[in-house]
């Protein structure tokens, strides 16, 4: 995984009004103008696919409930939990 990828960014396109919140928002900036539009004729975010830290900034600042979806990564998860046991021992 690249450095800082610890997320992954699930956006339901139908959903997105396309008001670039999230894109302003996006530290890492891995989320971009889409380039085809919804079935509402709004062009939607889309996700780059790799480098999201997994803040999840642009899932508070979505004005739209299950527009967006943050997941953390599960390589990334194990890593972290074996090392705080490592850490505590």
Known sequence: MVSGDRG???ITSQLCKGCYLC???CP???LVQGDSFNRQGYCSVRYVGSGCTGCG???YICPEPGA???MLRKAENAGAAKKDATQSV
């Open 23 to 25: 894109v302003a928002a």
């Open 8 to 10: 992954n960014v699930q």
């Open 28 to 30: 890492a900036k891995v």
């Open 68 to 70: 967006i979806t943050v």
């Open 57 to 59: 900034i642009c899932f």
